[in-house]
């Protein structure tokens, strides 16, 4: 059973005021940047907003996206955060270097 595409309800566009400021810089050659996704993103991200019948089946879900998106090259995963989480810089550093590390500059 597979989540069904995300409606535009569900998904939530956010970012961290510095990361948009690094990725406008970087665009406008103001700075080198060592990170392509950077400027890809233009500091902005999109989230999707997943809901669970129960605990029990997001505890699994969640182990489920973690089991495949884990690398043990790199020690990251595809995050799951709650809404609050959000304006996290750390959480916005993570996704940019998963961005890089697989290419997902397009």
Not at 42 to 48: E, L
Not at 86 to 93: F, G, K, M, N, T
């Amino acid at each position: 059973q597979g989540l069904p595409e995300p409606t535009d309800a569900q998904i939530v566009t956010s970012s961290v005021p510095s990361q948009r400021y690094a990725a406008q810089l970087a665009a406008a050659g103001g700075r080198p940047c060592e990170s392509p996704a950077l400027v890809a993103s233009s500091g902005q991200f999109k989230f999707v907003e997943i809901r669970f019948r129960s605990l029990a089946q997001a505890k699994k879900r969640a182990m489920a996206l973690f089991m495949c998106t884990y690398s043990s090259m790199h020690g990251l995963s595809v995050p799951l955060v709650p809404r609050t989480l959000l304006q996290s810089a750390q959480l916005y550093d993570d996704v940019i270097r998963l961005w890089d590390i697989y290419g997902l500059t397009w």
